[in-house]
């Protein structure tokens, strides 16, 4: 064997820069399942079952274009427990002349199999990942000399750079770089309407044997294979990108950041998986969002808002993870080190709002942006919990986990745990921001308006608990100036009463408060209010 080319399951891309050159005469595939992969931090049932059926699909493809695949199986006695074991045994008993593969996601990954390839003195070639707009070196280039970084920055610089929603003049279609404004809006109080179904793909013969064995294997794991409808092929992706942009890029934008009880899809893309996989190319996908703008179909905000995160935020926190690890990895700017709450992985809490987007996002592997930031993320951040373990919580239980993609996301945009680097502001928010968004707080025992008190929403006390604990160093932000005023008019009674409350919801000491109206049962109560 000349060259073992090592295919990662967020590789599945035949036209990645590790299948340069190869020749199958010669040349053969390797890929592995292996334990690790799932227990390094407690991976979903839907998590790992995506990998692994989006993995044997892929694998079974590359057969069919007449490669060789040496191909661990999770359920094979011999498999090692994890990648490097694996690939250590595969290379003494294949002896390729030498080893190929294109960047991976994570870090660990990568310095693990360096590791196993120096100890075997089998010499590996790592290439550039040509999936992304743009490289790590170009990225580099873009933060060479800031102290900060700026996403909208950048997004500009990537604009103008491959020519994505620029007049002839080169100027932003529409006149504006982008269009928040018009894309932060609640439903109508009667809820969004008539929603479109979201691409879902049943099981074939190959996913019908990775869900049994992962049901099997993985029995304590989080979450649920009940709902599970992933794409796991590059078909099956494609087929999800048409029916996203012709029935739901238009209504996208304006309550992108919306949402309501029991309504877990709305008009959200569910491509971040398939894209993360490399089922799909991002510049077919931001490709496909701007013909339909050109040709009258969408708005350009809906068009603007869903290129953003894709052209801009996806290759933003992916410059950042690579130009700041290993380190990154251990930021706690705000010296937070309370534990994740254990209902985390449960969702039971009488908070509506985050009972529902846990139970959603357990049920499906999967929740909005919104519903992670402004929900699960910002509670996080209020109530001091250690950034690594909620990192650990977002990367298990995620379909669309990558660590190049969530720790960022995690440690930097909602933890603020990097200390500005990526964001400029801590993600803080009171319960009435849960209340402008969404109808939690019409079915939910606590009261967003309220920061003491039993009926006193938990946001809202920690909100201005966080303001309390960390006043002298926000009041050196100028984004964070207004909220510091704010908390500055506090008197010495009122501050000590958030204090003790919080210090009982740190505690896990909260409950429904007995008696109170205010709510219907959560999710079963919204379902009666609204039938």
Known sequence: MRRLVIV???????????FDDVDPAVDAVWMAEVTEESTHVWSSKARTALFLSAMRHFAADLRAAGHTVHYARLDDAATRASLAAQLDADITRLSPE???MTAPGDW???QALRAVATASAVPLEVREDRHFFGSIAEFARHAAGRSTLRMEYFYREMRRRHGILLTPAGEPEGGAWNYDEANR???PRNGPGLVPPRATFPPDAITQEVLDLVAERFADHPGTLDTFAWPVTRVQALEALTLFIEERLAD???AQDAMWPGEPWLWHAHLSAALNLKLLDPREVVAAAEDAYRAGRVPIEAAEGFIRQVLGWREYVRGVYWTQMPGYAHRNALEAHEPLPDWYWTGETPMACLSDAIDTTLRNGYAHHIQRLMVTGVYALLLGVEPSALHAWYLAVYVDAVEWVELPNTLGMS???DGGLLGSKPYVASGKYIARMSPYCRTCPFDPAQRTGDDACPFTTLYWDFLLRHEQAMAANPRMALQVRNVARLDDDERAAISERAA????????APAGNLRGRGGRSGWETQRA
Do not use: N, Y
């Not at 990662?8 to 590790?18: E, F, H, I």
């Not at 009982?504 to 409950?511: E, G, L, N, S, T």
């Open 252 to 254: 996208f934008g304006a």
């Open 415 to 417: 933890q603020f745990a």
């Open 108 to 110: 660990r990954v990568l």
């Open 185 to 187: 809006k609640p439903f």
């Open 98 to 100: 030498s080893l190929v």
């Open 504 to 511: 009982a919801i740190r505690r896990d000491d909260i409950a």
């Open 8 to 18: 990662l399951g967020d590789q599945l891309d035949a036209r990645a820069s590790a």
